[in-house]
């Protein structure tokens, strides 16, 4: 579970009393996310989310992923908004973190996308990337291509301490890829980490897109690849769901357009994303404390995937 830093009853009551939220009634940690603290906050007044920032998350990105987010919600897309105190700050200290108040957004996060909700979430990216085009500012892939060799090296030997090969697996994927990474291509703010648990929804209407603390300026199609190697597979990684993979890049297609040779790039950007998530699950699952509270992500679901993608190339997409 996500909680790493306990937060008091007097710290949130002194936390809220800066805003015009209401008095606290009552505030729960949230199970689900890996990367930062979240609470569930109801007062007299409404629902908030409470986020503290924690390791991967840096204080100085904040000012960028709140612009973005006020810019989408500005655009009508359901996006949650950081909320600002009396006096307008909307990033905060508490308990010795950096700290937001957000919106909180109805709907439930997915576990098994069906493909009518996977048309849907994917339209929705379409609607986002069409809504950046004047968003002006930029922040580069903190977890980008040029990040996964170094990633690589720094867990070292001890990869093949999770499975042995991993580690000739991970080295021979990543010289395939970062062969063929393409140079070109659209590029725009993207979320970086459109996974089923960060779009709520309700029935097959996307609520809530969430968890917008890895956007960063990449290249769009970078994005969609995430979301299909995401949202294509069982949790395992054992087991393509062309259904769920074809209404993908249809419902992208149906609202932002997708051309024969963008296609083409997919596959490539797909072993890319495999490569970051198995790479920084891996880093995770060697540097999790034993005693930590948060349930280690499976490195090996990616590598399978990277396993499927190499194998079906092109004909995964299409
Ligand atoms: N604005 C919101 N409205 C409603 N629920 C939310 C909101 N933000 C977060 N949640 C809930 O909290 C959970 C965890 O949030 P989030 O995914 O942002 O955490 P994280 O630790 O950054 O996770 P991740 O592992 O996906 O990076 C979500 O799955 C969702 O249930
Ligand atoms: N969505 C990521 C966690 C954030 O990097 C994963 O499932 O590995």
Same mark, same amino acid.
């Given at each position: ?23 606290? !009634? ?217 259904? !769920? ?74």
């Amino acid at each position: 579970m996500a909680v790493y830093t306990p937060v008091s009853a007097e710290a949130l009551t002194g936390f809220l009393g800066r805003y015009d939220a209401g008095e606290l !009634v009552s505030a729960k940690g949230i199970a689900e996310g890996v990367e930062n603290s979240n609470y569930l906050v109801d007062t007299t007044r409404d629902r908030y989310i409470l986020t503290l920032y924690e390791k991967r998350v840096s204080a100085d990105d904040l000012p960028f992923f709140l612009s973005l987010l006020d810019h989408l919600a500005a655009k009508g897309l359901p996006v949650p908004p950081a909320i600002g105190d009396r006096g307008g700050r909307a990033i905060q200290q508490l308990e010795s973190r950096p700290a937001c108040l957000i919106r909180f957004l109805p709907g439930v996060s997915l576990s098994h996308p069906t493909p009518a909700q996977a048309h849907a979430a994917a339209a929705m990216m379409g609607r986002m990337h069409r809504a950046v085009a004047d968003f002006a500012l930029a922040r580069p892939n903190s977890m980008g291509a040029d990040t996964w060799r170094p990633l690589f090296e720094r867990c070292g030997s001890d990869l093949d301490s999770i499975a042995p090969s991993l580690r000739d697996e991970l080295a021979s994927g990543l010289d395939r890829v970062l062969h063929a990474w393409p140079t070109d291509g659209d590029r725009c703010v993207i979320h970086a980490d459109l996974f089923p648990d960060n779009v709520l929804m309700r029935d097959d209407q996307v609520t809530g897109l969430i968890d917008f603390y890895f956007a960063c300026t990449d290249l769009r199609l970078y994005d969609l690849a995430v979301m299909h190697s995401a949202w294509s597979f069982d949790v395992r990684g054992e087991r393509y769901d062309l259904a !769920v993979g074809r209404a993908l890049l249809d419902g992208y297609a149906d609202s932002y357009g997708l051309g024969a040779e963008e296609r083409q790039q997919l596959p490539v950007l797909a072993m890319g994303a495999c490569l970051r998530f198995a790479l920084s699950r891996a880093w995770d699952w060697l540097n999790t404390p034993a005693d930590a509270l948060v349930t280690r992500k499976d490195p090996l679901a990616y590598t399978r995937r990277l396993g499927f993608y190499q194998e079906h190339g092109i004909t995964a997409f299409s």
